[in-house]
DNA sequence: CTTGACAGGTGTACAGCGTACACCTACTGT
DNA sequence: ACAGTAGGTGTACGCTGTACACCTGTCAAG
């Protein structure tokens, strides 16, 4: 009998497959690739996940268990913008988790747990329930730590000369503003402008609009 | 010879792609299910897109071009706020483009020009390019007419007694902030409760601290 | 009038995907 | 000792996008 190698379970094929995305991006999540690389069948993934569907769910848990719970003793607004940036942080060690989670349409029980939580800061703070079901409609993904940046105005080649002057003719607003100010690249999660200053500047337009609106009293 | 059916063109195809988006879904937009649709075989399409990616890119383009033009003689807050609940309108028209949207990562030089043009709305109002460059940012694809919403919190299958007695012990703010107050289904885009009246509530909410940036002077 | 290029539709084929289903094997509780 | 079961295997199916060779009708040039 050769050294037989460890056991599967769910958490080992989880771990993996979250490596495996970190490591090679989530094209590499395929339930052949994941299973070659823990040196196993593909059929044999199912023993422990039901499906591809059910072990994106998972490493999307794995990615939102690594949010750091609300801090007490922290405004609510501090504390929502301290957990929102550690969100953040995560997102920027996992990139492939930002489109994982723009492709479910149903949120696991974990998730539900963190929307829960997120929730309860802003109930605990004294917001009104209509105030805080509207906050967290117009946080959206930023709840999860990134923003939906559609396309990569920052593009990683250079563009030839002649590309560039075409660009300033056809676009030339488009070129004022991308050109203005460079974004740090170690800070942007997937494609995108999606940068820590951006973030952080559109997340606190966001907290001063709630926080002028809960002091008006606003109830519905 | 037969009745010989019109030919193909590129513009034939992409109206009979969005038109079985429209009527299906996304999903049903195969290669081979799209030239059923024509009555063709399935390479016979290649002759009019690269591949599918081209194809999606030339539906979003037909979308996108349903926008409204900007309209001339409005403040900017006006101008902007018009073209955005433009976008919106034609975003219930064809739900499917906002996923398809989601997961392109290059625009095209159609929607390239739809954000050209928005962004002169800002210049043109005197907007710095800075501010401007944020704000564009921080409107993400709310440009193109809906938030991400990245789950469906108000389930369309009504939920048995115990999963609700369940949801209420283990997610109570959840429970309460969903349970306020109802969306509108004829108004959302996609899954989630992006319905109307959120969406202009962020909307203001956004052009509100926009407005008051600019007013200060904003610059940098 | 012929000829040759070419645009456009066809047919076959391949690699990759998720996964259903039958099987086999080793361990466990009675 | 035996049955049950958890977990890994092998085969196979239908689906996807698309490469490549082919054929056919139209049209312009010699």
């Given amino acids: 009998m050769p050294a037989r190698r460890e056991q599967l379970n769910r958490d080992r094929v989880l771990a993996a497959a979250v490596a495996l995305a970190d490591a090679e991006g989530a094209d590499a999540v395929s339930m052949r690739g994941l299973a070659q ?6 059929m044999a993934l199912y023993k422990h996940v039901a499906n591809k569907d059910e ?3 998972g490493m999307i848990d794995a990615v939102v268990l690594e949010i750091e ?3 007490d003793g922290l405004d609510w ?3 929502v913008r301290r957990r929102i940036l550690s969100a953040r ?4 060690r996992h990139p492939w988790a930002r489109r994982a989670m723009e492709s479910k349409t149903t949120p696991t029980p974990i998730v539900l747990a ?7 800061i802003f109930l605990g703070g004294g917001l009104s329930v209509d105030l805080t079901h509207h906050v967290m409609h117009a946080l959206g993904s930023r709840i999860y730590g990134f923003t939906q940046e559609l396309y990569d105005t920052t593009p990683a080649i250079e563009i030839p000369p002649e590309v560039a002057q075409f660009m300033a003719m056809q676009f030339p607003n488009i070129v004022a ?6 974004h740090d690249p170690g800070s942007v ?5 999606d940068d820590q200053f951006e973030f952080e500047f559109t997340l606190d337009l966001f907290l001063d609009g709630v926080e002028r609106l809960h002091h008006k009293g606003w109830h519905s």
Same sequence: chains 1, 2.
């Fill in 55 to 57: 072990l994106l769910d």
């Fill in 177 to 182: 503003v991308v050109t203005s100010s460079p």
């Fill in 37 to 42: 690389r823990l040196g196993v069948v593909p």
């Fill in 77 to 79: 607004r501090s504390a």
């Fill in 69 to 71: 719970a609300p801090v």
């Fill in 89 to 92: 942080t995560v997102l920027l």
């Fill in 189 to 193: 999660v997937g494609p995108g402008c």
């Fill in 114 to 120: 963190y929307m829960d939580s997120t929730i309860g």
